[in-house]
T-cell receptor, first 116, second 110 residues
Framework: EAGVVQSPRYKIIEKKQPVAFWCNPI?????LYWYRQNLGQGPELLIR????????DSQLPKDRFSAERLKGVDSTLKIQPAELGDSAVYLC??????????????FGPGTRLTVL | LAKTTQPISMDSYEGQEVNITCSHN???????ITWYQQFPSQGPRFIIQ???TKVTNEVASLFIPADRKSSTLSLPRVSLSDTAVYYC???????????FGSGTRLQVQP
């Protein structure tokens, strides 16, 4: 079974430029998460989708970050414009859905963003 | 969401048993305890989950006392490949998210 796929794996941009990350979750997983992980810290949730609905986006900086999950499958996370402090690893995860299974999330390898 | 406290780092040697304890004093009745492992340049990986008493799988054991205010992840006979960061999470997501802390950095030496 294929895992969570993310692309690109690495991205280097200059500040004020836009950037987008793509995630393809495990087939059949209804719940999709985007996390940001700064160096030496645990992942921080940005947004969670149940199918195509964003059910928890309280930690998403909405002035510059946006996300979408069309048709409840793939998802894209965008930053526009990027700032120096956005340098981090952006992780996508998915889970099958259902209350207890929320705790078992399957993570992709992440996209390492460097903003210069 | 229940806040968790775990040691920042631990050192061990190959073949030893490692126990990582996590404190979660304000755990709620519906909360489960979940542990993840993360290697450098990879996303976290689910290890084990439990509600009470003891849970064991092929990778680890999870011990949860009756008051559930703490839990201990036990890794039997660690190897160099167990060097990673281990996260303790507490919650019952429903329509809320789990929160990762800073984790415990385990270093296994030969």
């Amino acid at each position: 079974e294929a895992g969570v796929v993310q692309s690109p794996r690495y991205k280097i941009i200059e500040k004020k430029q836009p950037v987008a990350f793509w995630c393809n979750p495990i087939s059949g997983h209804n719940t999709l998460y985007w996390y940001r992980q700064n160096l030496g810290q645990g992942p921080e949730l940005l947004i969670r989708y149940e199918n195509e609905e964003a059910v928890d986006d309280s930690q998403l900086p909405k002035d510059r970050f946006s996300a979408e999950r069309l048709k409840g499958v793939d998802s894209t996370l965008k930053i526009q414009p990027a700032e120096l402090g956005d340098s981090a690893v952006y992780l996508c995860a998915s889970s099958p859905g259902g209350a207890i299974s929320y705790n078992e999330q399957f993570f992709g390898p992440g996209t390492r963003l460097t903003v210069l | 969401l229940a806040k968790t406290t775990q040691p920042i780092s631990m050192d061990s040697y190959e073949g030893q048993e490692v126990n990582i304890t996590c404190s979660h004093n304000n755990i709620a009745t519906n909360d489960y305890i979940t542990w993840y492992q993360q290697f450098p340049s990879q996303g976290p990986r689910f290890i084990i989950q439990g509600y009470k008493t003891k849970v064991t799988n092929e990778v680890a054991s999870l011990f949860i006392p009756a008051d559930r205010k703490s839990s201990t992840l036990s890794l039997p006979r660690v190897s160099l490949s167990d060097t990673a960061v281990y996260y303790c999470l507490v919650g019952f997501t429903g329509r809320r998210a789990l929160t990762f802390g800073s984790g415990t950095r385990l270093q296994v030496q030969p």
